[in-house]
């Protein structure tokens, strides 16, 4: 039981480390298209997408319209609102990893707390050896 514990939040760990990674790829990647000037390139390129057939099977246009919209939006106003956003990796990607190392301690902390408790549901239960007076 231990084991597939442990296994089970080793594969939780190595999915948090991967969503830690591509976290901070993005944020240096979006900081970088920001602090460049692409951003605006970026969203006239985004505004130009044509969607899928498939995912208009499952999907609304009119929200992927909307959402598309949204997009380019959040781009051009990040654009003009955020101009030291090459500065700001300097503390974001940072702040990515140490909430990265806040999670991995406390999912080992809680590994630990059920690794305990199975082993106490384990241990055999005390047994009176005489009869009561």
Same mark, same amino acid.
């Given at each position: ?16 480390? =991967? ?36 995912? #208009? ?7 992927? =319209? ?19 956003? =090459?500065?700001? #990796? ?10 990265? =190392? ?32």
């Amino acid at each position: 039981m231990t084991t597939l514990l442990w296994i089970s939040l080793a594969l939780i760990a190595l999915l948090w480390t =991967g969503a830690a990674w591509g976290l901070a790829a993005g944020v240096e990647l979006a900081a970088g298209l920001l602090a460049s000037g692409e951003a605006a390139e970026f969203g006239r390129i985004v505004a130009q997408v044509q969607w899928p057939a498939w995912l #208009v099977l499952w999907i609304e246009p009119a929200w992927l =319209g909307a959402a598309q919209h949204a997009l380019v939006m959040a781009l051009e106003w990040m654009q003009q609102a955020w101009p030291a956003a =090459g500065a700001a #990796v300097g503390w974001l990607v940072p702040l990515v990893w140490l909430s990265w =190392g806040v999670g991995v301690v406390l999912l080992l902390a809680l590994g630990a707390l059920v690794h305990v408790l199975i082993g106490r549901s384990r241990r055999p239960s005390p047994t009176h050896q005489g009869s009561p007076a």
